[in-house]
């Protein structure tokens, strides 16, 4: 294994739905065991970090995030031992394995709910947060707009509301109850214990409530967060922490602390609609102004970054005016449409247009982070959009054209194949693709390669280049004497464009085998939606 600790900087995460992926034993979910089998296939893709959606087991009414028992696995993707072996085999390749680490509320179904709805005086009451009125905490928002209608719920059998930021089937943990505390601790010690590489820590701006707030990020919350990391700085060093705070960057900042004492990385929730603004507009100018208002971080952090992910695509972080303007673009129709978001994949997002998504896996494998792939967008996948809540986002991976997309081998799978004439698994699936020099995925496959090859993608410093036009996100990433210049036309148009290199040579990193060597003013002509990754030769190359 890599053992730099620094190590999450410079990886590839894929994010994996267990059941989607891969079905062993033949009862159309896919498991552990399943994808244990497609190890090579993301190693050969240059995946270097897994990040496993909830695989506990759960009443799946909001699939895995409602946790019945913290301790196990749901039955549908296997046993403990089918995890280790998981484990084992990624490690063994050099990949590492986060999961999904649910710790702000668990199912209704979690014995410590059953147990303290049923009894005032049960130890596990003060486990969850209980009002007699619905009244309290009135400034917090209802994060599932279009399902939940408040915050709180009546229990007939506690004779009290309960308090939810999520589903009611979600009752919400009570993180001042210092005993919720120590539980939550434990359950991490048990997984590290054996053997993940971290966690994907679930909302974690919402563990602590307090009256006149609007209770998310308190210093309260980041203070238990803190005793979560010092507990793996003590106990498991190289293990991280990845925050999931769908915020503005200055308030995710404090969830990176001084750099050792809370989270390890964040998501960069605000990146993400404004790639897809700035891709419709043909100008750089949102992405910009999100990148020139994200504060430095630490050293030790880095962000992550994603294009898409397992939920609806979140414009929670833009403005009113510019959620409806993507939403006007980008879910014409309201079935679309899902809560602050869109219940969509990338290529249908990017009307399938192979330049579009080359493009922003472009940004996603260049821009300051480490990247996050969803799982089959490196194929193209599509998406089914009159399936339940975020199901349409999480169909089955198409792994080939025989039956049931080579998922699996049952007649009915956990949700239908996508098989419409555009994304169908005949003409989209991992073994054409694999096969076809030129596809999708050789093309994100090669990006991965070049990527690595180049440190400056994962730890460089990052500048803006002035393009004399709005419609090229070009930048600079820079890291020690290594300069990488990256060159994005958003537009549809062909876009000219000049670089001062001062004499200095520059390579194509996307085409090795043809590297352009110019000198002085460069001019570039970049075709509609081109990019390029070009590397200013350092001088003693050239000696050689
Ligand atoms: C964020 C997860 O990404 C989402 O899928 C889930 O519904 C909520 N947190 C609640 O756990």
Redesign the pocket.
Known sequence: MMNDSLWYKDVVFYEVNVRAFYDSNGDGYGDLRGLMSKLDYLKELGVDCLWL?PIYPSPLK??G??IADYYNIHPDYGTLDDFKALLDAAHQRDMRVIT?L?L??TSDQHPWFQAARKDKNSVYREYYVWSDSDQMFSEARI??LDSVESNWTWDEEAGQYYWH???AS?PDLNFDNPAVQDEILKVIAFWLDLGVDGFRA??VPYLIEREGTNCENLPETHAYLKKIREYLNENYPDRILLA?A?QWPEEVLPYFGDGTDEFHMGFHFPVMPRLFMSIRKGDRSALQWILDHTPPIPETNQWCIFLR???ELTLEMVTPEEREWLWKEYAPEPRMRLNQGIRRRLAPLLDNDRRKIELLNSMLFTLPGSPIIYYGDEIGMGDNIWLED?NGVRTPMQWNQSMNAGFSRNETTYAPLIDDDVYGYHRVNVETQMQTPGSLWQTIKGMISVRKGEPAFSRGDFEWLDCNTRAVAGYVRNLGGERLIILNNLSDQVQTISCGMHGQNLIDLLHRDTPSFQKGQIEFQLQPYEYRWLKVQALWELLY
């Open positions: 959606l909001d699939d995030y409602d999904d649910v702000n509320h994060i599932f930021r999520f589903y979600q679930d909302a999931e769908n992910n397992h939920d975020r």
